[in-house]
């Protein structure tokens, strides 16, 4: 039974190294200087990492999967040859220079059915021996690790059915949630709920900005010998919404507004300074000389 199972694990690995050599010469054809950057093969998954200045377009990772499910339809012969390392060198295999490579080396090579090399790599792993045994091949992953380093990830059969359950899974679970009946009216229903929901936002500042207006011009505010006006709004209100109100509404008065989370705004009418006044009242803070808007805990006590 262990044996069986080995065995199970050691095609699944088998099937998506091939498939990570086909992904090779994919995208040697889209990007020319393309070179792998590391790569990782595991159980029906693989992961590749490459040069290349730029993300796949939607239609290159298409295109890419089309190929390769082409190459697993048409079978294609894999073949395993020990050679010389120069021999290789000149059969153009594609080495990577940082390894280290003994004075035997294996060629692995797909052939296509004019006999012509699809593929050409120097590799010490294990392959399939026929392209059909990949079986399917589906990209789930691609995304920039580092600027010039870009990652695929991709799944051979069965995974790839796995995969496919999972996005069905999502889409399902998306489907019952927006209250639609296929994924087809997804892009539809998303974009009238984000529309609703832009002109729900819009309607709600709009309202808040009354909100804040009602409350600067109302006569619930206090004064003291600094402050002509000193409001305490709720912090649940945009403060920043509120500062703007305020500089609006009063530019030729000193006052304060403040939540009790520590938010303050001092402006300060023609000839005085807001940077003074918070010196003044024990709070020491940068500002500019007509306002000064910081959080600040001490305010708490300044205004107890
Ligand atoms: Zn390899």
Known sequence: MKLIVEQCQRYAKMRAHTATHLIHTELAKIFKTTKQAGSLVDEDYLRF????????????????????????????????????????????????FEDKYGDVVRVVRVFNHSNEIVSIELCGWTHVLNTKDIWCFAITWQEAVASWVKRITAVVWPKVAVRMHEIQDILDTTVEKLWIKTPTQLADKLDKTLKEYDDMKASLESLETNMIKDILQ????????????????????NFKNVTFQAKWLFPDSTICVYTKEWNFLILAKKGASAKKITEEIGIKWWGTDGMVQWRDEKILQVFK
Request: no cysteine; hydrophobic share 40%.
């Open 218 to 237: 109302s006569k619930n505010f206090t004064s003291d010998k600094i402050f002509e006006k000193i409001f305490t709004i709720s912090s649940d209100l």
């Open 49 to 96: 990492d490459f040069n290349a200045d730029r993300l796949l377009s939607p239609e290159e990772i298409y295109d890419i999967e089309k190929n390769i499910n082409q190459m697993i339809y048409d079978a294609y012969i894999v073949e395993v040859k020990e050679t010389s390392y120069d021999e290789a060198i000149k059969l153009w295999a594609k080495a990577f």
